[in-house]
């Protein structure tokens, strides 16, 4: 799970499990004590190794959140496309895709583990990790419309760019961790109504 | 503009001119120094006043943060509502209206002074003012919605609840001062997108 960060990829397996267990340890530190008020020598105290043996392995506490944040993202990722991988029309795709994105969201960041705190971080910093998720999920907003398009489902008038990115924006005050903080409790039913409401702007 | 917060509406116009003062204070003082951080022992030093004096005209801090909030929502509404009245159409008037609620907010909250920490309380909080403005919003939607059925502008088929209250989720991320803080440089082109897809999903 674990991708390499700093700039020797030569080290060898022993060297890999070594950033796994910084990773994990590091997962459960920033979880129980938040990533902002965790420094990288509270991390090597609390996982019995020297803080300069920890920078062997990363560059910086960012090189360690940003594999954290790239591992939950994956993971929602995961989610996501088993999610809408047997929808059967491009409309039920992008009900579940919306679905999946809210739901895996609010678990991995808020209640599986208390990393909202890494997230933010990502967002506000804009975190390579942050930016690609982004991408990836309007990568797949506009491959669903395509298919729509292509289906008869969807209307075909609006510029594709301009018809994804505006659903994007819809979507993104359930996707962002930062605004997902303020949106948790509605973010179901919110979902569900706004799904509906981007399928009748599709409607041909 | 400032309303009555204590219990004793029979003091006259004088304890009216005690109570603009202390608004207009307390708005300067929170403008630079934060709502939050602030003390009704700072505002009374700020103002020359004593402690118990202001306590003669507003219940506690949140009394006064709560004439300001509501000064700056009754601003934000007379905006928004000169802005619509002379649009030819509901769907300029939606335009219209998710535009001004989107300047008017950056403005009045971040850029002319910076109340945005008492517009975040208040919507952390539930204030009255936070809610009644919210109200407010979701009953123009509705009238617009209303207006355009009529007209035939657009679609009636949808529950006019349920499509009020999906635009209002839709706008809302650009209306609510805690979510527009970090929607403040994308506001103008995303209400602008936003507004497209929304008259897409209105459209008969």
């Not at 998720?133 to 395509?146: A, D, G, T």
Request: aromatic share 10%; glycine share 4%; net charge neutral.
């Amino acid at each position: 799970m674990t991708k390499r960060i700093d700039a020797n990829p030569s080290r060898g397996p022993s060297d890999h499990s070594v950033r796994d267990q910084v990773v994990e340890a590091a997962t459960e530190h920033f979880g129980h004590f938040g990533y902002e008020k965790t420094t990288v020598s509270d991390l090597a105290k609390y996982i019995g190794f020297s803080k300069a043996y920890i920078y062997k392995f990363f560059d910086s506490k960012q090189a360690i959140g940003e594999v954290i944040c790239s591992n939950r993202l994956e993971m929602i990722m995961a989610i996501v496309n088993s999610a809408i991988a047997d929808a059967p029309t491009a409309s039920e795709k992008l009900r579940r895709l919306f679905r999946a994105l809210t739901e895996a969201g609010s678990d991995l960041f808020f209640h599986d583990r208390k990393l909202y705190d890494i997230a933010a971080v990502a967002g506000r910093d804009g975190w390579p990790s942050a930016q690609k998720h982004e991408q990836r999920v309007r990568q797949l907003i506009e491959q669903i419309i395509l298919e729509g398009r292509k289906t008869g489902e969807f209307e075909r008038k609006t510029p594709l760019d301009e018809a994804a990115y505006a659903l994007y924006l819809v979507m993104r005050p359930y996707i962002n961790p930062v605004l997902l903080q303020y949106n948790l409790e509605t973010a179901s039913a919110a979902a569900a109504l706004l799904s509906s409401l981007i399928l009748r702007s599709l409607s041909p």
